[in-house]
């Protein structure tokens, strides 16, 4: 429900399932990454909300990996979804390879770390990125 409301442009959702410490960090899938809560982190996650303007997200999340320990854990995931961006008329398809890290904090699993980059085909040897 929370990445629903982030592509209507809504914010607040999401940000409620984060950590707000100092050592919170994004990678986000506009580039670049951040540091801190309240220095860097919420202000982006603000900023890449309001890309957006969809009236309906249909979001499929493939599940890849999860690992759970008593106070860090981590899921690999690949979320697909059809969003419209701020601004547009047309909706167009958003493929992203996410992985997301949280910790336990007052009771509660809290993000600390959200990395999410558009999801491509895997290279072959003769790649130049390998």
């Known amino acids: 429900a929370a990445q629903k409301e982030f592509v209507r442009g ?7 399932l984060c950590s707000h410490q100092d050592d919170v960090t994004i990678a986000g899938g506009w580039g670049g990454i951040e540091k801190g809560w309240v ?19 249909e979001r499929q999340i493939e599940h890849v990996s999860s690992v759970v320990g008593p106070t860090l854990a981590y899921s690999v995931d690949i979320e697909r979804s059809t969003v419209r961006l701020s601004g547009s008329v ?24 959200r990395h999410a980059d558009p999801l491509v085909e895997v290279q072959g040897r003769e790649s130049p990125t390998r």
């Open 90 to 113: 047309s909706t167009r398809s958003l493929a992203l390879r996410v992985t997301t890290i949280f910790r336990m904090e007052m009771g509660e699993w809290k993000i600390v770390h």
């Open 39 to 57: 220095a860097q982190v919420e202000g982006r996650y603000d900023w890449a909300s309001a890309r957006f303007a969809s009236d309906d997200d």
């Open 10 to 16: 809504n914010s607040k959702p999401f940000k409620a």
